[in-house]
T-cell receptor, first 112, second 118 residues
Framework: GDSVTQMEGPVTLSEEAFLTINCTYT??????LFWYVQYPGEGLQLLLK?????DKGSNKGFEATYRKETTSFHLEKGSVQVSDSAVYFC???????????FGAGTTVTVRA | EAGVAQSPRYKIIEKRQSVAFWCNPI?????LYWYQQILGQGPKLLIQ????????DSQLPKDRFSAERLKGVDSTLKIQPAKLEDSAVYLC????????????????FGPGTRLLVL
């Protein structure tokens, strides 16, 4: 079945550092890919998404490009802030049944 | 626009007791989902409703879990009797999806109910 594998955490960074969280997927057909973020004490929020190969999703300084050739959707941010401390989930929506499959999540802590 | 509402936010019960969670999706959203998120893992789909009909409940432990969506709006998820391994966050999500929906559609999540079974 469809699945997502993302980089294990936790990840600890200093403010203004560069952040990359790796995400790879296994899927049949042409899934849509998502990054969700979960801030402490809150529910999941959509951060960005991409619906076809070579699409780039972006939001709040975060970017991710849908790479079909490497089945990847890595999340990047050039300069993180303390407020970016959260758990980040990579997810895919199957083109067969539209179900969301999540990775295990990566905890990111940004220190001032 | 109001988001997905869930209650209670926290619940502590003893094993073998019963518990119920409530969810109110975003107004007009046809599809409602319940997920279970165990600590350190990503959410896992338990059940999906389209309006008031069940689309997928293949991952729902039906011997103890039940869910309903009244009149295609609010939904309740019940656990009876609870086990220790049911300790988790229960997330409700909704999406607008109608007949034209596709894999690109966004699901909107509520804040979750954190359940601790002792």
């Amino acid at each position: 079945g469809d699945s997502v594998t993302q980089m294990e955490g936790p990840v600890t960074l200093s403010e203004e550092a560069f952040l990359t969280i790796n995400c790879t997927y296994t899927a049949t057909g042409y899934p849509s890919l998502f990054w969700y973020v979960q801030y402490p004490g809150e529910g999941l929020q959509l951060l960005l998404k991409a619906t076809k190969a070579d699409d780039k999703g972006s939001n709040k300084g975060f970017e991710a490009t849908y790479r079909k050739e490497t089945t990847s959707f890595h999340l990047e941010k050039g300069s993180v802030q303390v407020s970016d401390s959260a758990v980040y989930f990579c997810a895919l929506s199957s083109s067969n049944d539209y179900k969301l499959s999540f990775g295990a999540g990566t905890t990111v802590t940004v220190r001032a | 626009e109001a988001g997905v509402a869930q209650s209670p936010r926290y619940k502590i019960i003893e094993k073998r007791q019963s518990v119920a969670f409530w969810c109110n999706p975003i107004s007009g959203h046809a599809t409602l989902y319940w997920y279970q998120q165990i600590l350190g893992q990503g959410p896992k789909l338990l059940i999906q409703f389209q309006n008031n009909g069940v689309v997928d409940d293949s991952q729902l432990p039906k011997d103890r879990f039940s869910a309903e969506r009244l009149k295609g709006v609010d939904s309740t998820l019940k656990i009876q009797p609870a086990k220790l391994e049911d300790s988790a966050v229960y997330l409700c999500a909704s999406s607008e999806r109608g007949p034209g929906g596709g894999p690109e559609e966004t699901q909107y999540f509520g804040p979750g109910t954190r359940l601790l079974v002792l």
